[in-house]
Nanobody, 128 residues
Framework: QGQLVESGGGLVEPGQSLRLSCAAT????????IAWFRQAPGKEREGISC????????YYSKSVKGRFAISRENSRNMIYLQMNNLKFEDTAVYIC?????????????????????WGVGTQVNVSS
């Protein structure tokens, strides 16, 4: 049974950086698309980034493009999200997800129903 566990969240000030990690167990990440979603209080879960295992395609939402970077380390079964120049509106629970079907496409936001494995999330608070 596959499992994803996030870490690295915390409280930061605007303009600072955080690096989120997501450890995958029970399956080989090499053959899976990876994605990061986030959910702010009272809002729907939003797909902000994904990376295809098939052709390396990546997607970033308009709200994080240029500030966030998704990456993977297949040999360690790890997923990362580097978040720079954080803003108040980035405050949310950040959740990693993967799927063997590799639904990540350039220009297409990841959608909740496309991803099979989910972590429970890590809280990121941006506050002064």
């Amino acid at each position: 049974q596959g499992q994803l566990v996030e870490s690295g969240g915390g409280l930061v000030e605007p303009g600072q950086s955080l690096r989120l990690s997501c450890a995958a167990t029970g399956f080989s990440l090499r053959y899976y698309a990876i994605a990061w979603f986030r959910q702010a209080p009272g809002k729907e879960r939003e797909g902000i980034s994904c990376h295809s295992s098939r052709d390396g395609s990546t997607y970033y939402s308009k709200s994080v493009k240029g500030r966030f970077a998704i990456s993977r380390e297949n040999s360690r079964n790890m997923i990362y999200l580097q978040m720079n120049n954080l803003k108040f509106e980035d405050t949310a629970v950040y959740i990693c997800a993967t799927d063997r079907g590799d639904p990540c496409r350039v220009g297409v936001a990841p959608r909740v129903h496309e991803y099979h494995y989910w972590g429970v999330g890590t809280q990121v608070n941006v506050s002064s």
